[in-house]
């Protein structure tokens, strides 16, 4: 979703502006824009497409200057071009904003704002706050910079991450959020802020986490920051925890396969000094306040989003399987408005990889509000989601740049397995006899997907043979049915081909009526304990003349005498199917992508980050 930069230093602003601009494009875009002030002037150039775009037609003009703001858009108000790009200024182009978020009364002001003479450029809800900043610093008031903006964030409702500079306060920015994400860079010298910090993280590792409601102002002679009822703030300054290749390519061609080939490495960043085979303990330093909890809770809720949400019905059965503690699994956009019923043992865990998504923010918060305790499962340190959450777990897979999730997934899976373990084991329903075969087994996994990603060029011609369909069906049972779903997901968002993932039994109440020479079914057959029955689901769809991709165990060659092609997984326990399974639906979503010339880092329509809900 859209992303901001922002600079006050000595650095040339265009590269500064355009380099945080590329590092920010994974988050989902459909136009860009910048604004450097220097001297008594703005000078903005935005651009509808990629930032190549903007990149071209900045190329010659004079951006000196020691501040400056740029912006990727995602458009929700308004088609994406170049007038609804931003940065946006007001009646008279003293200021310019750009803006994460939605303002939510953008129609009531808009409509105030026209009858006091103010005449509106653009469709955007964003355009309202800089005509209020801008009426703040004119007609009379002559308030500074950041008097006038958190004047003007006073009237709006919604939620925004914004920076604003200001042709008359030389070398100043301000910025400010509620409900979308900001970090602040501190640099010697010299200033950032930007909606992640991948944004700057190459000029420096000191970063400020704004929270809800709080300000920055960046200048010359230093930066503050305090809250929008003006009181200032000594926030922490803490230190980026990841090295710069994490958000490099590393000679892949695409974030997404290079992300896919760091699984084994991110599947023991997850469970590092966190599982012991030899005891069959689980130390998860997150948890460990909680322990009571854990052990007392009679009920679990996850809740989460998209990928997240697939590996919330991992979690589920995990955790069901060991703990023996009934668990839901909700959509965090669906449960924010059920009214949920919480019991006085219930214990809600959210998901997400990015700590930001907007309805899982709002499920956390509304179990919160409830005091019912909510723990987190999220990868980005530092952000909303986890510092939101009563205590939690961090998967420590690293920046995810890719959109299409892939190592958060294996990371999130893997998390979880440590929560099932941790829990069977203080409420007494796990022995210790399987609870170290359980982690025996765990840390040889990222051996075993390391072995399924030898074979990953053999993916490229599974693919080949796939091309050319417009649809696709892919069933799975027990762990592996949410493995199907996960694989549908990725087919979809990368290469824009319909797929639906089913319970593969529950074919035959609908699904089925698809099946004929032309329907590709990929399915997931590993040896467990469902492995006949999905074997028969498999002789199903020959007798109806489909097409059968099997995900099935090394040597297994009943499927291979069933299956129109087959893909080998090592041997491992039923629990852990899903962390092999979903390595070649990955790689199989990713060169389907690559084959149709499709954006594989960027899909269409898609964002990172989605900070809206
Ligand atoms: C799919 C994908 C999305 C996210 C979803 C939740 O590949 O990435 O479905 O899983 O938007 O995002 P997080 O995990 O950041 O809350």
Same mark, same amino acid.
């Given at each position: 979703?859209?992303?901001?930069?922002?600079? +006050?230093?000595?650095?040339?602003?265009?590269?500064?502006?355009?380099?945080?601009?590329?590092?920010?494009?994974?988050?989902?875009?459909?136009?860009?824009?910048?604004?450097?002030?220097?001297?008594?002037?703005?000078?903005?150039?935005?651009?509808?497409?990629?930032?190549?775009?903007?990149?071209?037609? @900045?190329?010659?003009?004079?951006? @000196?200057?020691?501040?400056?703001?740029?912006?990727?858009?995602?458009?929700?108000?308004?088609?994406?071009?170049?007038?609804?790009?931003?940065?946006?200024?007001?009646?008279?182009?003293?200021?310019?904003?750009?803006?994460?978020?939605?303002?939510?009364?953008?129609?009531?002001?808009?409509?105030?704002?026209?009858?006091?003479?103010?005449?509106?450029?653009? *469709?955007?809800?964003?355009?309202?706050?800089?005509?209020?900043?801008?009426?703040?610093?004119?007609?009379?008031?002559?308030? &500074?910079?950041?008097?006038?903006?958190?004047?003007?964030?006073?009237?709006?409702?919604?939620?925004?991450?914004?920076?604003?500079?200001?042709?008359? #306060?030389?070398?100043?920015?301000?910025?400010?959020?509620?409900? #979308?994400?900001?970090?602040?860079?501190?640099?010697?010298?010299?200033?950032?802020?930007?909606?992640?910090?991948? %944004?700057?993280?190459?000029?420096?590792?000191?970063?400020?986490?704004?929270?809800?409601?709080?300000?920055?102002?960046?200048?010359?002679?230093?930066?503050?920051?305090?809250?929008?009822?003006?009181?200032?703030? #000594?926030?922490?300054?803490?230190?980026?925890?990841?090295?710069?290749?994490?958000?490099?390519?590393?000679?892949?061609?695409?974030?997404?396969?290079?992300?896919?080939?760091?699984? &084994?490495?991110?599947?023991?960043?997850?469970?590092?000094?966190?599982?012991? &085979?030899?005891?069959?303990?689980?130390?998860?330093?997150?948890?460990?306040?909680?322990?009571?909890?854990?052990?007392?809770?009679?009920?679990?809720?996850?809740?989460?989003?998209?990928?997240?949400?697939?590996?919330?019905?991992?979690?589920?059965?995990?955790?069901?399987?060991? %703990?023996?503690?009934?668990?839901?699994?909700?959509?965090?956009?669906?449960?924010?408005?059920?009214?949920?019923?919480?019991?006085?043992?219930?214990? +809600?865990?959210?998901? @997400?990889?990015?700590?930001?998504?907007?309805?899982?923010?709002?499920?956390?918060?509304?179990?919160?509000?409830?005091?019912?305790?909510?723990?987190?499962? +999220?990868?980005?340190?530092?952000?909303?989601?986890?510092? *939101?959450?009563?205590?939690?777990?961090?998967?420590?897979?690293?920046?995810?740049?890719?959109?299409?999730?892939?190592?958060?997934?294996?990371?999130?899976?893997?998390?979880?397995?440590?929560?099932?373990?941790?829990?069977?084991?203080?409420?007494?329903?796990?022995?210790?006899?399987?609870?170290?075969?359980?982690?025996?087994?765990?840390?040889?996994?990222?051996?075993?997907?390391?072995?399924?990603?030898?074979?990953?060029?053999?993916?490229?011609?599974?693919?080949?043979?796939?091309?050319?369909?417009?649809?696709?069906?892919?069933?799975?049972?027990?762990?592996?049915?949410?493995?199907?779903?996960?694989?549908?997901?990725?087919?979809?968002?990368?290469?824009?081909?319909?797929?639906?993932?089913?319970?593969?039994?529950?074919?035959?109440?609908?699904?089925?009526?698809?099946?004929?020479?032309?329907?590709?079914?990929?399915?997931?057959?590993?040896?467990?304990?469902?492995?006949?029955?999905?074997?028969?689901?498999?002789?199903?769809?020959?007798?109806?003349?489909?097409?059968?991709?099997?995900?099935?165990?090394?040597?297994?060659?009943?499927?291979?005498?069933?299956?129109?092609?087959?893909?080998?997984?090592?041997?491992?326990?039923?629990?852990?199917?899903?962390?092999?399974?979903?390595?070649?639906?990955?790689?199989?979503?990713?060169?389907?992508?690559?084959?149709?010339?499709?954006?594989?880092?960027?899909?269409?329509?898609?964002?990172?980050?989605?900070?809206? *809900?």
């Amino acid at each position: 979703m859209c992303g901001i930069i922002g600079y +006050v230093g000595p650095r040339p602003q265009r590269d500064v502006l355009l380099g945080g601009l590329k590092r920010l494009e994974y988050r989902g875009y459909d136009s860009a824009g910048l604004a450097v002030q220097s001297g008594e002037r703005l000078r903005i150039v935005k651009a509808a497409g990629k930032i190549r775009e903007l990149e071209a037609r @900045s190329a010659d003009l004079d951006l @000196s200057g020691t501040v400056g703001i740029g912006h990727t858009r995602w458009a929700t108000h308004g088609v994406p071009n170049d007038i609804n790009a931003h940065p946006h200024t007001g009646r008279v182009g003293r200021i310019a904003l750009v803006h994460n978020g939605i303002i939510e009364n953008y129609q009531t002001l808009r409509t105030l704002l026209e009858k006091r003479g103010n005449v509106f450029r653009t *469709e955007t809800d964003t355009e309202v706050l800089a005509h209020l900043v801008e009426e703040y610093l004119e007609n009379g008031h002559d308030h &500074p910079l950041e008097e006038a903006v958190r004047l003007a964030l006073l009237e709006v409702e919604g939620a925004y991450g914004i920076a604003v500079i200001d042709s008359h #306060s030389p070398g100043r920015l301000v910025a400010a959020r509620r409900g #979308s994400p900001l970090v602040l860079g501190i640099g010697e010298g010299e200033f950032f802020v930007g909606s992640d910090a991948s %944004a700057f993280a190459e000029y420096t590792r000191e970063i400020i986490y704004l929270n809800d409601d709080e300000m920055a102002i960046l200048g010359p002679d230093g930066y503050l920051v305090k809250n929008l009822e003006n009181v200032e703030l #000594s926030p922490e300054v803490q230190r980026l925890e990841w090295e710069l290749d994490r958000i490099e390519k590393g000679g892949f061609e695409h974030f997404m396969l290079k992300e896919i080939h760091e699984q &084994p490495e991110t599947l023991v960043d997850a469970m590092r000094g966190r599982v012991n &085979p030899e005891t069959g303990e689980v130390k998860l330093g997150g948890l460990q306040d909680v322990q009571g909890l854990l052990a007392r809770c009679d009920r679990v809720i996850i809740s989460a989003c998209g990928t997240s949400w697939h590996a919330a019905l991992i979690g589920e059965r995990l955790i069901e399987e060991f %703990a023996r503690i009934p668990v839901e699994v909700e959509y965090a956009s669906e449960f924010r408005y059920a009214d949920p019923v919480f019991t006085p043992g219930t214990v +809600v865990f959210v998901i @997400s990889q990015s700590g930001e998504t907007a309805d899982t923010l709002a499920a956390l918060r509304l179990a919160r509000e409830q005091e019912v305790p909510v723990l987190g499962i +999220v990868n980005v340190v530092g952000s909303t989601i986890a510092r *939101e959450t009563l205590a939690g777990v961090y998967i420590h897979a690293g920046p995810e740049i890719g959109v299409a999730s892939t190592k958060a997934f294996t990371s999130q899976v893997t998390v979880l397995s440590q929560i099932a373990v941790l829990m069977g084991r203080l409420r007494g329903t796990l022995d210790t006899t399987r609870a170290r075969e359980v982690l025996s087994e765990i840390v040889h996994l990222p051996a075993k997907v390391r072995q399924i990603l030898e074979q990953a060029d053999g993916m490229r011609d599974f693919a080949t043979e796939f091309s050319g369909v417009g649809n696709a069906l892919y069933l799975g049972r027990g762990y592996n049915f949410p493995v199907a779903l996960e694989g549908a997901l990725k087919l979809k968002e990368i290469s824009y081909i319909h797929a639906e993932g089913y319970p593969a039994a529950e074919m035959k109440h609908g699904p089925i009526a698809l099946i004929d020479q032309d329907m590709p079914v990929v399915v997931l057959a590993p040896g467990d304990s469902v492995y006949d029955k999905v074997v028969s689901n498999i002789e199903e769809i020959r007798a109806r003349r489909g097409r059968v991709y099997a995900v099935a165990t090394e040597d297994d060659d009943r499927i291979a005498a069933l299956a129109d092609r087959v893909v080998y997984i090592p041997r491992t326990l039923d629990c852990f199917y899903p962390l092999l399974a979903v390595v070649p639906l990955q790689l199989l979503a990713y060169h389907m992508a690559v084959q149709r010339g499709c954006d594989v880092d960027q899909p269409r329509n898609l964002a990172k980050s989605v900070t809206v *809900e």
